[in-house]
């Protein structure tokens, strides 16, 4: 154990060192030039309908859905979006063929703009289709922006006819994408 004097002195050693360490002036205005970049992922849309719902007569039928999509509503979200891409997954395991739309809408319910796929029908094994990125950016991107609702129209290929004992379904899985740039 060390003594009591000792310790005091080895206290004010320590002291003194600390008052001759090295320091510097700090630059505050660095934080002018800070620039954040942060990327978030995020679910976009999701449905499983069940083939037993899409009851038709063999001919081209067409379910619709239209949802509020009020993201870009926010001011300073909108301002600091440089870049979106949505990524789309549908699972089809019903014996028909389907074409997928999915409409951007603004607040007029005007069609700004229409992503369509194809959904090959179900022959058994794996019908699971991972689509090409859509990538919005400069024009795209402010079409994109004035986006308020999302519709998904589902057209059903004519065919053997399904009704409530009809197996299957038609999934949708996706994803968005956002870069932003705060300043």
């Given at each position: 154990?060390?003594?009591?004097?000792k310790?005091?002195?080895l206290?004010v050693l320590?002291?003194?060192f600390l008052?001759?360490s090295c320091?510097?002036?700090?630059?505050f205005?660095?934080i002018?030039?800070?620039k954040l970049?942060?990327?978030?992922?995020?679910?976009?849309?999701?449905?499983d309908?069940?083939?037993?719902q899409?009851?038709d007569?063999?001919?081209?039928?067409?379910?619709?859905?239209?949802?509020?999509f009020?993201?870009?509503?926010?001011?300073f979200?909108n301002?600091?979006l440089?870049k979106?891409?949505?990524?789309?997954?549908?699972?089809?395991?019903?014996?028909?063929?389907?074409?997928?739309n999915?409409?951007l809408?603004?607040?007029?319910?005007e069609?700004l703009?229409?992503?369509?796929?194809t959904v090959?029908?179900y022959?058994?094994?794996?019908?699971?289709?991972?689509y090409p990125?859509?990538?919005?950016?400069?024009?795209?991107?402010?079409?994109?922006?004035?986006?308020?609702?999302?519709?998904f129209v589902?057209?059903?290929a004519?065919?053997?006819?399904?009704n409530?004992?009809?197996?299957?379904?038609l999934?949708?899985?996706s994803s968005?994408?956002v870069?932003?740039?705060?300043?």
């Open positions: 154990m060390i003594p009591y004097s310790r005091s002195l206290s320590l002291c003194t008052f001759f320091s510097s002036e700090l630059d205005d660095q002018k030039d800070l970049e942060p990327v978030v992922v995020a679910n976009l849309a999701y449905f309908i069940p083939a037993n899409l009851i007569d063999g001919s081209t039928n067409i379910a619709y859905d239209v949802r509020n009020t993201v870009f509503r926010d001011k979200f301002e600091r440089k979106a891409e949505f990524d789309f997954e549908i699972e089809n395991t019903i014996e028909r063929t389907f074409a997928l999915m409409l809408m603004n607040d007029q319910n069609i703009q229409t992503i369509s796929y090959p029908a022959t058994g094994g794996s019908n699971v289709i991972k990125t859509e990538v919005f950016e400069n024009e795209r991107l402010n079409l994109l922006k004035q986006t308020t609702k999302i519709g589902v057209l059903v004519s065919g053997d006819p399904l409530s004992q009809s197996l299957g379904n999934k949708l899985r968005a994408t870069y932003l740039v705060i300043e």
